[in-house]
């Protein structure tokens, strides 16, 4: 099926145009240089920036996958989670497109969406079910468990605090360098000392891991580093800024590796996906495949431009549930800023 996409849960207008698996356009606008103002992302202002952006992203990528609106069998849309008033905009714009179309409308998970964008990679095929995928962005740190993209996504852990693309944000704050972050931070802990300091590793005993427990908590890092910057700010002695990131980048990708690979062992799924924006940092990558090959586990890491918010990827789930015989969504629903990972669809 030929399908649209819309996703605005987050800062980026993503537009994306699918005909099954295979990717026709993915367009993505950003708010983020204006969010960048404010140090983080400011919900009116996303709102507003998708509400500009909608219609000349949705020309950009019919004209890009070279289809008109009227060749589409499906329009597809994010539901949730994510900002309420972000969300509304996509989902307004949604139903007024399929209802002015006549076409079916598909509301669905932007999380479970995440997990979809690996469909559109090109060794697609190689995918196999069940996998254990970890999405690691600056909204959602989250683990999940997934039998069967389009029914069946279990949630094994998220964050009880901050996201790991937050914590990366606030680090930066603390260490005076711009936002994002993330970016930020590898950059500067290229030259630094990973083992120079112990942070804290938050959830991360075996203990914490028993009972199928995979919860992550990040904000006991982000103090943790406040803290020891700070006292060496009292103390009048300068500040290693790359041992600091280092550290702190190793202490994030420590946990979120160790806790990926432990679900794969206890589930005996020899397979794990990585999603998100954080799936940028190198460090990140290089340790999840060189501990998953110790452990004898697959990894896929679907490319970038597929693994921050998009909406090929919203697209794609669509085309998904379509191929699965799923019927298209009622008209009822509403955004849904916590709409849980286990509601595939709306
Ligand atoms: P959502 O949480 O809804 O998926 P988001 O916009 O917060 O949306 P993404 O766009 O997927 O998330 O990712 C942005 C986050 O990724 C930011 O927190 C940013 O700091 C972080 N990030 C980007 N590049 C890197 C990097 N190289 N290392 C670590 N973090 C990074
Ligand atoms: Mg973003
Ligand atoms: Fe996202």
Redesign the pocket.
């Known amino acids: 099926p030929l399908v649209l996409g819309i996703e605005t849960?987050?800062?980026?207008t993503g537009i994306g145009i699918v005909r099954g698996r295979e990717l026709l356009s993915n367009t993505i606008a950003s708010s983020m240089d204006e969010q960048a103002r404010y140090g983080g992302?400011v919900p009116e202002i996303a709102a507003r920036a998708h509400l500009e952006a909608l219609q000349p992203s949705i020309e950009a990528a019919l004209a890009e996958a070279s289809v008109s609106l009227a060749e589409l069998d499906a329009v597809a849309v994010t539901s949730g989670?994510?900002l309420a008033g972000a969300l509304m905009v996509g989902v307004g714009a949604a139903k007024a497109l399929a209802v002015s179309l006549g076409k079916p409308l598909y509301a669905v998970n932007?999380l479970v969406g995440?997990i979809a964008a690996d469909i559109l990679t090109e060794d697609a095929d190689r995918l196999e079910y069940p996998t254990v995928a970890i999405?690691?962005?600056?909204?959602?740190t989250s683990l999940l468990l997934v039998r069967d993209l389009t029914s069946d996504v279990e949630l094994l852990g998220e964050t009880v605090d901050d996201?790991?693309?937050?914590a990366?944000?606030k680090v930066?704050r603390v260490l005076g360098l711009p936002?994002?972050?993330?970016?930020e931070?590898?950059r500067a802990a290229a030259q630094g000392d990973p083992l120079a300091i112990r942070f804290p590793r938050g959830l991360s005993r075996a203990s914490d891991m028993a009972e199928h427990r995979y919860d992550f908590s990040f904000s006991g890092l982000k103090t943790a580093v406040a803290r020891w910057v700070e006292q060496r700010e009292d103390a009048g002695e300068p500040v290693p800024v790359a041992d600091v990131a280092a550290s702190f980048?190793e202490a994030v990708v420590d946990v979120l590796v160790t806790k990926a690979l432990d679900a794969c062992a206890r589930h005996g799924v020899p397979r794990l996906l990585l999603g998100?924006?954080?799936i940028?940092?190198?460090?990140?990558r290089d340790v999840a495949l060189e501990r998953a090959e110790a452990a004898g586990v697959t990894v896929r890491i679907p490319p970038l431009s597929l693994?921050?918010?998009n909406g090929a990827m919203i697209a794609a789930l669509a085309a998904e549930l379509i191929s699965a015989g799923r019927q298209p969504s009622t008209l009822a629903f509403g955004a849904d800023s916590t709409l849980p990972v286990t509601e595939i669809q709306v």
């Open positions: 849960s987050c800062d980026e992302v989670p994510g932007h995440h999405l690691v962005s600056g909204g959602h996201a790991a693309g937050e990366f944000d930066a936002y994002p972050g993330g970016p931070i590898d980048r998100g924006g954080v940028a940092n190198r460090r990140l693994c921050t918010d």
